[in-house]
Nanobody, 124 residues
Framework: QVQLVESGGGLVQTGGSLRLSCAAS????????MGWFRQAPGKEREFVAA????????DYADSGKGRFMISRDNAKNTMYLQMNSLKPEDTAVYYC?????????????????WGQGTQVTVSS
């Protein structure tokens, strides 16, 4: 099992930056592929970015390409999401998730563990 705790959310102006962190418990963090998702009010949870267990493979939703960067530090049991050039439409609760899968990038249904989320608000 793995427990996930997000941090780093907050209020930022359009064009600003935030770095989200996802701290994982347990000694098997490096065996999980990880992902970031977000959910805005009244909308379904959507994929943001994912990273393989090794960190060598990443994937992004079109909305974040060129602005967001996902990374991980297996020695620290932590995953990150660097978000630049933020827009009001990026406002959402951001969740990290873990998947134990043979794939480099998990399918959405493969995520077994979820954090509680951290609020990101981008003001116009």
């Amino acid at each position: 099992q793995v427990q996930l705790v997000e941090s780093g959310g907050g209020l930022v102006q359009t064009g600003g930056s935030l770095r989200l962190s996802c701290a994982a418990s347990g000694r098997t963090f490096s065996s999980y592929a990880m992902g970031w998702f977000r959910q805005a009010p009244g909308k379904e949870r959507e994929f943001v970015a994912a990273i393989s267990w090794s960190g060598l493979t990443t994937d992004y939703a079109d909305s974040g390409k060129g602005r967001f960067m996902i990374s991980r530090d297996n020695a620290k049991n932590t995953m990150y999401l660097q978000m630049n050039s933020l827009k009001p439409e990026d406002t959402a609760v951001y969740y990290c998730a873990a998947a134990r899968t043979p794939r480099s990038i998990p399918r959405k249904y493969e995520y077994n563990y979820w954090g509680q989320g951290t609020q990101v608000t981008v003001s116009s």
